[in-house]
């Protein structure tokens, strides 16, 4: 099976999530990569090196500097005349182009796949991961959205891919860049960290979230996350949440601080490998799925754990 | 401007889903369902846009068993929507044939406008919208917190990954809803009284012509491997121990 894995880029690199789509786009076949967007030559040199793939298709346009569904959904559509599946990292930018694609081939989608169990068959979560199913499709072309906490990262480098240049298919004249606001931030990413501290509604506000959040992340050198009552009571952005309709994570450490432990706030953080969770009520439920909880006044132990560490 | 809002009934979001010992699916029966709490935002959404004088006329679709046409269908009437439409099927549809059926409304209905939610919380596809769009032929504004309308385009701020993106769409376009996008109000007892005047058209599948066959089959559905509790500690220094030595500290 040829394979055509969406490279998740901003212009001047490779972002990890393009990684774990490689590991399991190679499970079903050959691994070609698609970047598009402006500018991109030093993108499309970097994914030449992800181990692993062969062909790096380059569409290097205006039109595709957003990454506008409209625009970018017909240029993978063209591409699937020769490849027999697309998978797309379940970023936003994935989950945004990626069903506009299967619509138009006429193929349904697999979203968020966990598992590759063979060329037509596959398991995802459903009802906030509270469930898995496998599902086997009967369409011809595969539209598959990755799950990147679910598949190891394909080494970023020593592979050999061939770059080839593609026609733009141009401006579709439906949509429009207007302007984004994307924090500039010191710490790693949330979805790649290897340490995330996620406070709840428990903080109060939004300086007290900073003020007792932010030191603790930078002393275990961690991504800062949030709950959905946290980042709606404004404590927090909006790309700080965590969950099942937040950001999926899996770090080494989830530190979960002032969160009650919602299934829909575990549905995004229950994979990770330790949860520490410190929270003022011994029955709260993110202590039955805490490795380590600790029970008492976040106000206090909070600073304390800052200071020694 | 007429606005349609496809909503769902789900598995309602208090309630822990559980699976069935077979491994068929997850056990749907006696069980209370609800809106889609993304959908509850689209009518919100909907209703905000007509009070402020941007839409003319709401109109729901559902398409799913004759009970969404109670569970739903009069919520969202007593949110504020002007008419139902109901298509009723007792099979499970997929996203793909969903778009293609509200393909169908949309041309018969002719909305400038129509707004789903980002993802149906039982299934978590996240596709619908996006699907629709591209049957249309018409822009999409995913994942939205913000909502203009501005002469014959709507300016949408999306909630991406390192943050917010607005983008300039021409009408008529799809937008689909995120949490931030608003609070939507209650369906008041005395509203939902009302709302069993305004109409409610039923129609089947069949009436539209789609052919509805499922690509997927679910060959089972199985519970996650669970976590076991762990331990509790008694200090902050015992936590600082446990911390070093998983070399995090
Ligand atoms: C459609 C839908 C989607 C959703 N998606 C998400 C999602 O993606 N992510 C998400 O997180 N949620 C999501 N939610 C919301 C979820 O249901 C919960 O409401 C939310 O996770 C609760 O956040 P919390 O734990 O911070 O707040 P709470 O549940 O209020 O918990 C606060 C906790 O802090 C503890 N506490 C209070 N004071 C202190 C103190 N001084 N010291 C220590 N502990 C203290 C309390 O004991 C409590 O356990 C969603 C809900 C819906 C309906
Ligand atoms: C365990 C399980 C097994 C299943 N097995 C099968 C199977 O074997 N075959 C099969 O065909 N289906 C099956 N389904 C059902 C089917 O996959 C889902 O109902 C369908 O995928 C809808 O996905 P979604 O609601 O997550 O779409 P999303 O794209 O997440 O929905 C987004 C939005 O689209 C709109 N929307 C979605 N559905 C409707 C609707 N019915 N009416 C009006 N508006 C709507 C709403 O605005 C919603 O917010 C199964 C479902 C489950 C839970």
Same mark, same amino acid.
């Given at each position: 099976m040829k394979t055509l894995v969406w490279v998740e880029h901003d212009n001047q690199s490779v972002k990890d999530a393009t990684l774990s789509t490689v590991t399991a786009a190679a499970k079903l076949g050959e691994v070609h990569l698609l970047v598009a967007g402006k500018g991109v030559s030093a993108v499309a040199e970097a994914a030449a090196q992800i181990a692993g793939v062969g062909k790096v298709h380059v569409a290097d346009d205006a039109a595709y500097e957003h990454f506008l569904a409209e625009n970018v959904a017909p240029l993978v559509v063209?591409?699937?005349?020769?490849?027999?599946?697309?998978?797309?990292?379940?970023?936003?930018?994935?989950?945004?182009?990626?069903?506009?694609?299967?619509?138009?081939?006429?193929?349904?989608?697999?979203?968020?796949?966990?598992?590759?169990?063979?060329?037509?068959?596959?398991?995802?979560?459903?009802?906030?991961?509270?469930?898995?199913?496998?599902?086997?499709?009967?369409?011809?072309?595969?539209?598959?959205?990755?799950?990147?906490?679910?598949?190891?990262?394909?080494?970023?480098?020593?592979?050999?891919?061939?770059?080839?240049? #593609?026609?733009?298919?141009?401006?579709?004249?439906?949509?429009?860049? #207007?302007?984004?606001?994307?924090?500039?931030?010191?710490?790693?990413?949330?979805?790649?960290?290897?340490?995330?501290?996620?406070?709840?509604?428990?903080?109060g506000s939004q300086e007290q979230f900073h003020a007792l959040i932010d030191p603790l992340a930078d002393k275990l050198g961690a991504a800062v996350g949030a709950s959905r009552a946290a980042v709606d009571a404004g404590y927090a952005p909006n790309d700080y949440q965590v969950g099942q309709t937040g950001k999926i994570v899996a770090p080494m450490v989830y530190v979960a601080v002032g969160i009650s432990g919602a299934i829909q706030h575990l549905a995004g953080m229950k994979d990770s490998k330790t949860i520490v969770a410190i929270n003022k009520d011994e029955d709260a439920p993110i202590f039955q799925v805490a490795d380590i909880g600790l029970v008492g006044d976040l106000f206090t132990l909070v600073p304390e754990l800052t200071e020694k560490l | 401007m007429k606005v349609l809002v496809p909503v769902k009934r789900v598995l309602d979001y208090n309630v822990k889903p559980r699976?069935?010992?077979?491994?068929? !699916?997850?056990?749907?029966?006696?069980?209370?369902?609800?809106?889609? $709490?993304?959908?509850?935002?689209?009518?919100?959404?909907?209703?905000?846009?007509?009070?402020?004088?941007?839409?003319?006329?709401?109109?729901?679709?559902?398409?799913?068993?004759?009970?969404?046409?109670?569970?739903?269908?009069?919520?969202?009437?007593?949110?504020?929507?002007?008419?139902?439409?109901?298509?009723?099927?007792?099979?499970?549809?997929? $996203?793909?044939?969903?778009?293609?059926?509200?393909?169908?409304?949309?041309?018969?209905?002719?909305?400038?406008?129509?707004?789903?939610?980002?993802?149906?919380?039982?299934?978590?596809?996240?596709?619908? !919208?996006?699907?629709?769009?591209?049957?249309?032929?018409?822009?999409?504004?995913?994942?939205?917190?913000?909502?203009?309308?501005?002469?014959?385009?709507?300016?949408?701020?999306?909630?991406?990954?390192?943050?917010?993106?607005?983008?300039?769409?021409?009408? $008529?376009?799809?937008?689909?809803?995120?949490?931030?996008?608003?609070?939507?109000?209650?369906?008041?007892? $005395?509203?939902?009284?009302?709302?069993?005047?305004?109409?409610?058209?039923?129609?089947?599948?069949?009436?539209?012509?789609?052919?509805v066959t499922p690509r997927l089959k679910t060959l089972k559905v199985v519970e996650p491997a669970k976590r076991q509790a762990g331990i509790k500690v008694g200090s902050v220094d015992e936590l600082v121990e446990k911390l070093k030595g998983m070399g995090v500290a």
């Amino acid at each position: 099976m040829k394979t055509l894995v969406w490279v998740e880029h901003d212009n001047q690199s490779v972002k990890d999530a393009t990684l774990s789509t490689v590991t399991a786009a190679a499970k079903l076949g050959e691994v070609h990569l698609l970047v598009a967007g402006k500018g991109v030559s030093a993108v499309a040199e970097a994914a030449a090196q992800i181990a692993g793939v062969g062909k790096v298709h380059v569409a290097d346009d205006a039109a595709y500097e957003h990454f506008l569904a409209e625009n970018v959904a017909p240029l993978v559509v063209q591409l699937m005349d020769s490849h027999d599946a697309v998978l797309f990292p379940a970023t936003t930018t994935g989950k945004n182009v990626a069903p506009r694609v299967a619509a138009a081939l006429d193929v349904m989608q697999l979203s968020d796949i966990l598992s590759v169990e063979g060329p037509d068959t596959f398991t995802r979560p459903i009802y906030a991961g509270n469930a898995i199913a496998t599902v086997q499709t009967s369409d011809k072309k595969l539209v598959i959205t990755v799950r990147g906490t679910a598949f190891d990262k394909a080494a970023a480098t020593g592979g050999s891919g061939t770059v080839e240049a #593609v026609a733009a298919a141009g401006d579709k004249g439906l949509s429009a860049f #207007v302007g984004a606001e994307i924090a500039a931030s010191e710490r790693p990413e949330l979805t790649s960290a290897k340490v995330i501290v996620s406070g709840g509604r428990a903080l109060g506000s939004q300086e007290q979230f900073h003020a007792l959040i932010d030191p603790l992340a930078d002393k275990l050198g961690a991504a800062v996350g949030a709950s959905r009552a946290a980042v709606d009571a404004g404590y927090a952005p909006n790309d700080y949440q965590v969950g099942q309709t937040g950001k999926i994570v899996a770090p080494m450490v989830y530190v979960a601080v002032g969160i009650s432990g919602a299934i829909q706030h575990l549905a995004g953080m229950k994979d990770s490998k330790t949860i520490v969770a410190i929270n003022k009520d011994e029955d709260a439920p993110i202590f039955q799925v805490a490795d380590i909880g600790l029970v008492g006044d976040l106000f206090t132990l909070v600073p304390e754990l800052t200071e020694k560490l | 401007m007429k606005v349609l809002v496809p909503v769902k009934r789900v598995l309602d979001y208090n309630v822990k889903p559980r699976v069935k010992a077979d491994g068929t !699916g997850v056990d749907l029966a006696n069980v209370k369902m609800s809106m889609n $709490p993304f959908d509850e935002i689209a009518i919100e959404e909907a209703v905000r846009l007509k009070e402020k004088g941007a839409a003319t006329e709401i109109v729901v679709v559902t398409i799913g068993v004759a009970k969404a046409e109670t569970d739903v269908l009069l919520t969202a009437r007593a949110m504020g929507a002007d008419r139902g439409i109901l298509i009723q099927t007792d099979d499970e549809i997929e $996203p793909l044939a969903v778009a293609k059926l509200l393909a169908k409304v949309a041309e018969e209905e002719q909305p400038g406008l129509i707004i789903l939610g980002k993802q149906a919380i039982d299934d978590d596809s996240n596709q619908t !919208g996006q699907m629709l769009a591209a049957l249309l032929g018409w822009a999409q504004g995913t994942f939205a917190s913000k909502v203009e309308i501005a002469g014959d385009r709507v300016h949408v701020t999306r909630e991406i990954d390192g943050g917010l993106e607005t983008v300039d769409l021409k009408l $008529p376009a799809i937008v689909t809803t995120d949490l931030r996008l608003n609070e939507p109000r209650y369906a008041t007892l $005395p509203n939902i009284m009302k709302a069993k005047t305004k109409p409610v058209a039923k129609k089947t599948v069949a009436d539209y012509g789609v052919d509805v066959t499922p690509r997927l089959k679910t060959l089972k559905v199985v519970e996650p491997a669970k976590r076991q509790a762990g331990i509790k500690v008694g200090s902050v220094d015992e936590l600082v121990e446990k911390l070093k030595g998983m070399g995090v500290a």
